[in-house]
């Protein structure tokens, strides 16, 4: 038995586990996270996606001892502590990209992946950065499009924040609120 201690979901976790049990078994198994699926013995269909430090591993071929002091996330961690979807699940959802939805979470994990890095991809970009899960049912083309829908809500509430924390910058500096300041159109009306 080898002691690993590892994050999945946000909560810590220390295990004795054997050195071959599989970080796709852990999960499953020992943390009840069966969200994460196992779809084939070949490590071909993406179903065991998991985002380890923020990269998109195939979990069946994955150590646990591997994972040690690593932060995973599943599908069972995308969604907020209120339970508002994360905005690849809300996509997958609005774009009706999912059929048995046997493939989903592993696609929405590497989904994540790919958008972190490029968060306006082309469909050739998704497809690509999708290739290592399959998918038996829907024909990618809904799921290209959850994935290019939800780069772009992402990239909308980046924005958003960026401009709460400007506007939170701008008064603690003592400038006036931005929703005080008149918009250039409106200093036109009034002149
Ligand atoms: S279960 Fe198929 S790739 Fe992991
Ligand atoms: S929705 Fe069924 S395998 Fe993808």
């Given amino acids: 038995m080898t002691r690993v201690s590892v994050t999945v979901d946000g909560v810590a976790y220390s295990d004795d586990v054997e050195p071959r049990l599989l970080l796709v078994q852990y999960l499953r198994e020992r943390l009840g996270k069966i969200g994460t699926v196992i779809g084939c013995d070949t490590s071909n269909c993406g179903s065991c996606t998991v985002l380890m430090d923020g990269k998109s591993v195939k979990s069946c071929s994955v150590l646990t001892v591997q994972a040690e002091g690593a932060a995973v996330t599943t599908v069972e961690g995308l969604a907020a502590a209120d339970g508002t979807l994360h905005p690849i699940q809300q996509a997958f959802h609005d774009k009706h990209a999912l059929q048995c939805g046997f493939c989903t979470p592993g696609m929405m994990l590497a989904a994540c992946d790919l958008l972190r890095e490029n968060p306006n991809p082309s469909d050739e970009e998704v497809r690509e950065g999708i290739e290592g899960n399959l998918c038996r049912c829907t024909g990618y083309q809904n799921i290209v499009a959850a994935v290019q829908a939800a780069g ?13 924390q400007t506007a939170t910058d701008a008064q603690a500096a003592g400038d006036p609120p931005a929703a005080l300041i008149p918009a250039p159109n409106a200093v036109e009306a009034s002149a």
Avoid: E, P
Wanted: glycine fraction near 0%.
């Fill in 152 to 164: 772009a809500a992402m990239s909308a509430q980046t924005v958003a924040a960026m401009s709460a």
